[in-house]
């Protein structure tokens, strides 16, 4: 499977019918080499300070100062990066100029971290889903 079939499996519809994932990325998170791997262009930006950030064990300055992806401040919602099976943290956007937030699920694996912006209607745990299906896949494929 290329990186990019697991931006395009993000993208579909749920079982409700909806897509909940609007942009995504994945990132490489190798002390070094931390790079985006593959994303959608509203993620491009991402940089790697901002994947040195998510991928670090140390995320005790997100519940106050939330953490940046794309440039965009995000606030925490949920911190369960370390806990397995889930290795997630959920988030949500600043307001944009039209007032919208919109959720984002970062998971990790042990090289990597997809990161996945909901649309405007999409709930958390449509968006955390999406993630976890692939966060799931990567693990158990040794990544």
Known sequence: MSWQSYIDTMKTADQSGMVPVAEAAICGIAAGQESV?????????ITVDEIKKLGSK????????????GGTRCRLIRDQMDMDP????DLKTAADADGNAFGVCVGKTKTAVVIAK???DASGGQISNKVFSVVEHLRKAGM
């Open 37 to 45: 791997w593959v994303s959608t262009s509203g993620l491009q930006g």
């Open 58 to 69: 140390d995320r005790s300055s997100f519940a106050q100062n939330g953490v940046y992806i």
């Open 86 to 89: 889930v290795f997630a943290l």
């Open 118 to 120: 909901g649309t405007k």
